[in-house]
């Protein structure tokens, strides 16, 4: 069976195809298990060689998923696999409104109408966020019963794809799953644009012995996700039973609320004697009005029944990103 990621080159993209491959198979669009004998990494970027973990199995293809045909050209066989990660990130969204719907919106519905052409109803992952959530009747815990006002470009992209997945599986298009995320730490690398870079960068740097500056105030408090339970939960919501799943396709992944304040203090104490850079809040009034309008704190209810995998507590999260980055 042949798998397909987009955004497969970002960080999480190349996390959930090594976990693929090393697996070795997934759910076909009958249910069964299929060996997994190819894999295509698509991303508007590649690197000339595959990224370490990676075959000759693997085949990176550069493009837009903006482009019908390139989607088209991607999704060619009725047996495959289908991961949509690709994604305009909610700061750039945020100032590109024309972007965000290009590569949100028009992106995600030409993976979804190159799927429904296969004839032959394929699974489909798509990695929606908790920015789908927002507003005035967002007066407590978000969750899956909860209903979505965005408050940004992005979330609102999100949120639609969310209602066409529904619509497609119930159609018989596609057999769809949305995996919504919380915020996800700790992301290796530069600092992108997302909104919510600071909270992977207040880790990232200071372990690295650079200085950090937080846009918002230490009380700010967000529901985040280690990066080994996104890619498992991802892995383990496409293999979910669709029975199970109901005709409510997105499912709010299990995370935990925490202030920065409380981020901050992990990293301290997970780091011990190591030497961190300086950490200063900064104010910027751009990132303080995106994040005023994300949740608190979000319910995972229905991840759970359905076995999706949970962090035991955030010092485990800092934990993992000194042993897979810092100390690799």
């Not at 019963?145 to 992005?154: A, L, N, S």
């Not at 990103?321 to 690799?328: E, L, N, R, S």
């Given at each position: 069976?042949?798998?397909?990621i987009?955004?497969g ?30 894999m ?73 109408e190159?799927c ?8 489909l ?16 815990p978000?969750?899956d ?10 979330g ?10 529904n ?8 057999d ?42 230490l009380?700010v ?11 498992e ?10 029975a ?75 934990r ?9």
């Open positions: 069976m042949k798998v397909v987009t955004g080159l970002g960080f999480l993209g190349q996390r959930l195809g090594r976990l693929i491959w090393e697996k070795g198979s997934l759910a076909g669009p009958d249910g069964a298990q299929r060996p997994v004998s190819s295509v990494l698509f991303d508007v970027a590649v690197p000339a060689t595959p990224p370490d973990g990676f075959d000759d199995r693997t085949t990176l293809v550069q493009g837009e998923i903006a482009d019908p045909t390139s989607v088209r050209a991607l999704i060619d066989t009725p047996d495959i696999a289908v991961f949509h990660l690709a994604s305009v990130v909610s700061g750039e969204g945020e100032k590109d409104f024309d972007l965000a719907m290009r590569v949100n919106l028009d992106g995600g519905r030409h993976i979804l190159a429904r052409a296969l004839g032959s109803r394929p699974r992952l798509f990695a929606s966020s908790v920015a789908t959530f927002g507003g005035a009747v967002m007066t407590g978000v969750g019963g909860v209903k979505q006002t965005p408050q940004t470009t992005y609102m992209t999100k949120a639609v794809l969310e209602l066409m997945i619509d497609y599986t119930r159609k018989g298009f596609v769809g799953r949305s995996a919504r995320l919380p915020t996800v730490i700790v992301r290796p690398g530069k600092p992108n644009a997302a909104a919510s870079s600071f909270f992977s960068g207040l880790f990232r740097e200071p372990l690295n012995g650079v200085d950090c500056t937080i846009p918002v105030p009380s408090r967000h529901p985040v996700i280690g990066y080994r339970a996104v890619v939960g991802m892995r383990a919501l496409y293999e979910a039973d669709g199970a799943i109901g005709d409510d396709r997105a499912v709010t992944l299990p995370s935990q609320s925490v202030t920065v304040e409380d981020l901050v203090a992990a990293l301290r104490r997970v780091a011990g004697d190591r030497a961190l850079g300086t950490i200063d809040v900064k104010p910027d009034p751009f990132i303080e009005e995106i994040v005023a309008t994300w949740p608190q704190a979000a319910t995972s209810e229905r991840a759970r029944a359905l076995g999706l995998p949970a962090d035991p507590d955030l010092d485990s999260i800092v993992a990103f000194i042993d897979d980055y810092v100390d690799a």
